[in-house]
Nanobody
Framework: VQLQASGGGLVQAGGSLRLSCAAS????????MAWFRQAPGKEREFVGY????????SYADSVKGRFTISRDNAENTVYLQMNTLKPEDTAVYYC?????????????????WGQGTQVTVSS
């Protein structure tokens, strides 16, 4: 599976962005998909994930209520809708795929990664 993230950019605090992650291959619908982010000088951290069918999601406390993950298996794409953005959301955002039915918040549990897209939130 190859993943291509897009949609990042510069936005003012309180604004919104939607990131997309397009996947190649015919088995996309079998993967748990997740978003991680890495801020300058910090370790990569879990943002949220969605199950293969799109019926279940889970989020880090820092983004809960502001971010929403969805997927379109027909289009092999997963989305991250980010609302009420804060300067501390500034990071490179990565999508990742996991070949399992068991969720994981650990980046080591993911098999495929996109290249990352930069999100910058100005105050």
């Amino acid at each position: 599976v190859q993943l291509q993230a897009s949609g990042g950019g510069l936005v003012q605090a309180g604004g919104s962005l939607r990131l997309s992650c397009a996947a190649s291959g015919s088995t996309f619908s079998r993967y748990i998909m997740a978003w991680f982010r890495q801020a300058p000088g910090k370790e990569r951290e879990f943002v949220g994930y969605i199950n293969s069918g799109g019926s279940r999601t889970s989020y880090a406390d820092s983004v809960k209520g502001r971010f929403t993950i969805s997927r379109d298996n027909a289009e092999n794409t997963v989305y991250l809708q980010m609302n009420t953005l804060k300067p501390e959301d500034t990071a490179v955002y990565y999508c990742a795929a996991r070949r399992s039915v068991v969720f994981s918040t650990n980046e080591g549990g993911y098999d495929y990664w996109g290249q990352g897209t930069q999100v910058t939130v100005s105050s």
